[in-house]
Every structure is written in structure tokens, then in C-alpha cells.
């Protein structure tokens, strides 16, 4: 028996990752009659993807193909979503998405973050020198730590040294002692507002990262401070688009 199944949209979504579902259903001895490709715009009821073959194959290629769907375009439409509410207000500020990809998902992810508007934030250790409070604690206190960070833009010269800070003081010393890029954690608006006010008066050049706790709710919010990027993980615990399929016999 040959079957045809056709896999649809509830919901108006960005689509993502039709290609590798696509590449799926191909593998698994099926034909794609037709798809539409990542980055594309789609209305509630327009079919994504439609493939044929053997009722068994097109069994078999069916959940894989769809669940792909359903994760990476929710992560998109997302980010889309998100990346529309910053762009109210801040059209120089960035969507920059985390590492915390949920496991063994990393390529889907990217793509479909960088499919809905946004970038990673890093995709891996070696990109930047990037310092967490965790990382300070070998220092016997800041002082020393805010003199290391001249040594470290010295030994890797075309690095950028991003330190994440929490508090007024901590980030006018990071300014003066040399730091790229400084990214605020799960700070307040008040306390953003002067900073990147401090930062455009002394030390324009320096990059301010806001970061924690911010999602499409409140990114709008965060923007209006004139931050350069937004780093989020919300992107990636987004649910799944609301997709559905059809299945009949062809002969």
C-alpha cells in the first residue's frame, strides 16, 4: 500500500529545520512531494511538508520528521517574536541566545534561532575569554583579579574579555581595567539605565550584555536602555508549534 501523509500548522509559524525533516523521510526510503523551506513565513493550515511512499515507511518517517518540525519551528517563531519586541524600541540591540540548548540538539537549535532573528551568544569555549563569578574565586580578591585582566588581553590578543557583574561598582572597575564586553545578570532596569549611561560617558567603546531572566515578555523592557544584546535561554523552552498531519491511501 502506498501512503501519503501531510504535515500542517495549527498556528501561524516561521518554519525551521524542513530541510533536515525533509532529509529523513528521504532516508527512510520516502518521497517528498513537497516542503516549504526554513525561514519561510506560514499561515495557520498550510501544509509544511508532504511526503509519500510504502504505509510502512511513511510510518516510520513520520514522528521523527514532525517532531523536528515542532521543536525547531516554536524555537524560531519565538525568537522571531522576541527579536520583533526589542526592535520596537532598540533597533541596535541584539538577540543573542545561550549554550543551554536542551542535549543532543545543538544544530537544530542554532539554526532555528539564527532562522528567527537572533545569534549565538557563543557557540564554544575558545570564541571569547568570558569570566563568571565562578571563575574569580581563584583570585585572592578583586583587586587582583581587575589587574589580570590586562595579562589576559595581552596573551590573547584577539580575544575579547567579557566579564559578568552584577553590581555598579564591580562594572566601572572592569570599564577602567580594560574588559570588552561586560554582561549585567539578573540586574534591575535602575541599575542597567547607569551603567550604560556611566559606559557612554567614559567608555563608549565597551559592549553591555544584559542577561537572566529576560524573555519575550520583558525584552521590549530591557531594550528600551539602549543595552547592545539581550542574552536569553528562554528560547529554547518555548513548548513546540502546535502541528498536526493527515495520512490516506494512495493505492
Known amino acids: 500500500m502506498i501512503a501519503k501523509i501531510d ?43 508532504s511526503f509519500s511512499g510504502d504505509y510502512e515507511k511513511v510510518h516510520q518517517a513520520w514522528r521523527s520528521s514532525q517532531v523536528i518540525l515542532e521543536y525547531s519551528c516554536k524555537i524560531a517563531t519565538f525568537t522571531y517574536e522576541m527579536k520583533q519586541e526589542i526592535q520596537k524600541t532598540n533597533n541596535n540591540c541584539e538577540l543573542l541566545t545561550t549554550r543551554k540548548t536542551f542535549p543532543l540538539s545543538k544544530k537544530f537549535c542554532i539554526k532555528s534561532i539564527m532562522v528567527g532573528g537572533a545569534m549565538p551568544h557563543r557557540l564554544g569555549l575558545s570564541e571569547t575569554i ?30 575579547k ?12 572597575m572592569l570599564m577602567k581595567s580594560g574588559a570588552d564586553v561586560i554582561q549585567m545578570d539578573k540586574v534591575n532596569i535602575l541599575l542597567l539605565n547607569k551603567v550604560i549611561k556611566y559606559k557612554n560617558q567614559k567608555f563608549p567603546y565597551i559592549k553591555i550584555l544584559a542577561a537572566g531572566g529576560i524573555n519575550k515578555t520583558n525584552a521590549k523592557e530591557f531594550a528600551q536602555t539602549n543595552v547592545d544584546a539581550i542574552v536569553t535561554s528562554s528560547v529554547y523552552s518555548c513548548g513546540m508549534a502546535n502541528l498536526g498531519t493527515k495520512i490516506k491511501l494512495l493505492h
Do not use: M, W
Not at 9 to 16: C, P
Open 130 to 159: 568570558l569570566f563568571f563569578p565562578h571563575h574569580r574565586v581563584i583570585y585572592k580578591d578583586n583587586n587582583s583579579f581587575y589587574k589580570a585582566i590586562n595579562e589576559f588581553k595581552i596573551k590573547a590578543p584577539e580575544k
Open 161 to 172: 574579555i567579557v566579564v559578568e557583574s552584577k553590581d555598579f561598582e564591580d562594572t566601572v
Open 7 to 49: 504535515i500542517y500548522t495549527r498556528e501561524d509559524i516561521i518554519v525551521s529545520c524542513s530541510e533536515e525533516a525533509s532529509r529523513i523521510v528521504e532516508l527512510l526510503g520516502c518521497k517528498v512531494d513537497f516542503v516549504i523551506p526554513s525561514k519561510q513565513k506560514v499561515k495557520a493550515d498550510e501544509i509544511i511538508l
